[in-house]
C-alpha cells in the first residue's frame, strides 16, 4: 500500500511541474532548472535556485538544487 502512495505523491509532483516547464517552453523557449518536494500533508513545496548572476549556467543550479 505505501509504495502506491509513494507512486502518486511522485505522480502529483510530476503533473504539477510539468505544466510548469511546458508553459516556460512554448512561453520562452527554455527554462532554468527547478524543483520541489511534498511536505507529510500532501503540500508541494517549489524550490528554485540562484546563483547570484542573471544568467546562470544551468549546472550549478542542478548542483544546488
Given at each position: 500500500?505505501?509504495a502506491q502512495?509513494a507512486k502518486n505523491?511522485?505522480q ?5 511541474f510539468?505544466v ?5 517552453l512554448r512561453?520562452?523557449?527554455e527554462?532554468y532548472?527547478?524543483?520541489g ?6 503540500r508541494i513545496?517549489w524550490e ?7 544568467q546562470?549556467?544551468?549546472q ?6
Amino acid at each position: 500500500m505505501r509504495a502506491q502512495a509513494a507512486k502518486n505523491d511522485a505522480q502529483a509532483l510530476v503533473d504539477e511541474f510539468i505544466v510548469f516547464a511546458e508553459k516556460l517552453l512554448r512561453d520562452h523557449g527554455e527554462y532554468y532548472p527547478f524543483g520541489g518536494h511534498m511536505k507529510a500533508d500532501g503540500r508541494i513545496v517549489w524550490e528554485g535556485a540562484s546563483d547570484g548572476t542573471e544568467q546562470p549556467r544551468s549546472q550549478p543550479l542542478i548542483e544546488i538544487l
